[in-house]
């Protein structure tokens, strides 16, 4: 265990050493660091790092300084470099914007793209292990491709242009791996802390709270008092006689103002920790507990309930299902994959190849994305602090990198970090709009891959996919089991793999909070955390879910990659706190107005969290910019 704790500790430790060094030489640094860590000679590669990642240190220092403080430079070094387009923020909306304006523009437009990580791709990030001989691949934030089928044409277009048939990707995936489906086996683990023991329970637990399937065993076979897996058989069955009459009056408004967890402790009469076991599915959607979700909100997600409200619930909500037509398609390194595919085709020179099947193994030349003979350079380590729209038609946009303080000029500019952050960047944008884009409140996230030595403890517990409702992480699995060109998905009992695991640590409900109370407090609790705290709460889960199966956390755990997104989801409008604006006068449609040659794509923008949005915003942005010319 020593041997493996300490080149963890280091490993964090390079990743934690960067706070200074990104002010300093981020590029040298990160080369050596990466040196010493991997014996790759002179590479500079982030997609192998481990320890805290994501919002690492070092990549939100001075973009406090100016939102908290209003700490900015007081001069500028103005290089003598001119753009088409600068990009603040290489996500998915800022890399789509990026390939929407060459399109749309010239092919030889010039555009510089800035991000303050030490890595591309926002949250749609490759997390990258070797162990024995093999790769293995896990998504470190933004996941999946998720219901196509309601894609616009140009998130279609693009996605298909760059060379992803979801079909085929459909296909790769190994079957039985679902975190949704009615049908699918997955583990509800109940742990000792709040159940009384560690004990997991396989079973089509989707469908089984809808009365599907053996669902009387399954419940039975829970470690809850037998009074209450009668209430909870009942409940699904829709036998259950209620504590409380739902009203008769205004259905639709009851069921959007009044809590879940109101509902079934109040009404449905589950005492906890019963009223707990839907944790999993309200937390991994809306990152917060059923006290701060409306009873329509989780079961439009799938948490049970419409057995016991009544036919009038029933037809106010269905039209309104999501898990009904809910499709997911994974690359094995999550949606990663596009913003690396986005890359290669803006740079060609970073890596070989153009298909998605040589993608997955290519491995990414970081010295190439930033050089002055190409037209396009994507600069890292480099956080924008200011963009301002100049009396003879240009923008100028100022950044920090290298302790340094740098200006360049374009013809346009779009703004593809987060909403928040844009009032601090653009200080002469008229007030209302600022305040628009300060109203949402990105989801804080912990989304970490686990490299464990080998597949035996996991495989004996029998299934791919495990609801924790009551642990640290809600959701645990493998990582996704995806096999395309070389990459080889493997379930070999003797081989390693990675585990993922997925949660936000916000809290439950004092009584007087919002959801962006909640999603500020976990916020901070994100950036105090340690590494050591994060590994001890990561252990202890592990060895309650597996430890029955032999697992052995000191002997078994050889890396822990945790991607730490502060500013992860964007915000979605919560029923129980949020008014019904008119069309056009939400804050996200106020807030995204375009500000002289400065435009705003980002998915905070479109009010949605999901990769479409991020294109679409980005195809937004670049139209506006292009037809002021």
Not at 179 to 198: C, P, Q
Request: negative net charge.
């Amino acid at each position: 265990m020593a041997k493996q704790i300490t080149r963890r500790d280091f490993l964090n430790g390079v990743t934690i050493s960067l706070a200074g060094a990104a002010m300093v030489s981020p590029q040298t640094a990160l080369a050596e660091a990466v040196k010493s860590a991997s014996g790759h000679s002179g590479d500079y590669y982030p997609p192998a790092l481990t320890g805290i990642r994501g919002n690492h240190d070092g990549a939100f220092e001075v973009s406090h300084a100016l939102a908290w403080n209003g700490e900015k430079p007081s001069s500028y070094q103005d290089l003598d470099e001119e753009y088409d387009l600068v990009v603040v923020g290489a996500g998915i909306s800022g890399l789509a914007a990026a390939l929407f304006y060459q399109q749309k523009a010239r092919k030889n437009a010039r555009i510089l793209l800035l991000d303050n990580h030490d890595e591309f791709g926002g949250h749609a990030r490759r997390n990258e292990f070797h162990s024995q001989g093999q790769m293995l691949l896990g998504p470190g934030g933004s996941g999946n491709f998720q219901d196509s089928h309601l894609y616009s044409q140009q998130s279609k277009n693009l996605i298909s242009d760059l060379g992803f048939d979801l079909n085929k990707v459909r296909d790769a995936m190994a079957p039985g791996w679902g975190m949704a489906d009615a049908d699918v086996e997955v583990g509800l683990y109940t742990d000792r802390k709040h159940f009384g023991e560690d004990k997991i329970v396989n079973g089509p637990w989707m469908g089984t709270w809808f009365g599907m399937g053996n669902y009387r065993e399954l419940i039975q076979s829970l470690t809850v008092p037998a009074s209450e897996q009668k209430k909870l058989i009942a409940f699904v069955e829709g036998t259950l006689e209620l504590q409380k009459a739902i009203p008769e009056k205004n259905i639709k408004g009851f069921l959007k103002s009044t809590s879940y967890q109101a509902f079934l402790t109040d009404y449905v009469g589950l005492a906890e920790p019963t009223s707990s076991l839907w944790n999993t599915i309200i937390g991994v959607t809306f990152c917060l507990y059923p006290d701060s979700i409306s009873i329509a909100e989780a079961v439009k997600w799938g948490a049970p309930g419409f057995s016991v409200l009544g036919e009038e619930a029933y037809a106010t909500l269905a039209d309104t299902l999501i898990m009904e037509e809910s499709d997911i398609v994974w690359m094995p390194d999550g949606n990663a994959s596009l913003t690396r595919q986005m890359v290669r085709r803006l740079i060609p020179a970073v890596a070989p190849g153009d298909t998605i099947e040589d993608l997955v193994t290519a491995r990414f030349d970081y010295n190439k994305l930033d050089l002055p003979n190409h037209p396009i350079r994507l600069r890292l380590n480099s956080s924008a602090v200011n963009a301002s729209n100049n009396p003879d038609g240009s923008v100028s946009v100022a950044y920090v990198t290298k302790g340094t303080a740098y200006r360049v000029k374009a013809k346009h500019c779009v703004m593809a970090c987060y909403n928040g952050l844009i009032p601090h960047l653009c200080p002469d944008m008229p007030e209302e709009q600022k305040e628009n884009l300060r109203y949402s409140v990105k989801v804080p996230l912990l989304a970490t891959n686990v490299l464990i030595r080998n597949r035996q403890a996991f495989n004996k517990a029998g299934v791919e996919v495990f609801h924790c409702p009551t642990s640290h992480y809600h959701l645990v699995s493998s990582a996704p089991p995806v096999s395309i060109g070389d990459y080889k998905a493997n379930d070999d009992t003797d081989s390693p793999m990675l585990i993922y695991m997925l949660t936000s640590p916000t809290d439950r409900n004092n009584g007087s909070q919002t959801g962006r109370d909640l999603y500020r407090q976990a916020r901070h609790k994100l950036y105090t955390t340690t590494f050591a705290d994060y590994e001890q709460e990561i252990r202890e889960q592990l060895t309650g879910m597996f430890g029955a199966f032999g697992f052995d956390a000191e002997r078994d755990i050889e890396a822990i990659t945790i991607n730490r997104w502060s500013h992860g989801y964007a915000y979605d409008y919560m029923e129980l706190y949020d008014p019904q604006w008119p069309e056009g006068e939400a804050p996200h449609e106020l807030g995204r107005k375009r500000f002289g040659r400065i435009s705003i794509a980002n998915s905070d923008s479109e009010n949605k969290a999901y990769l479409d949005a991020a294109i679409d915003a980005a195809w937004r942005a670049v139209n506006e910019q292009l037809d002021i010319g």
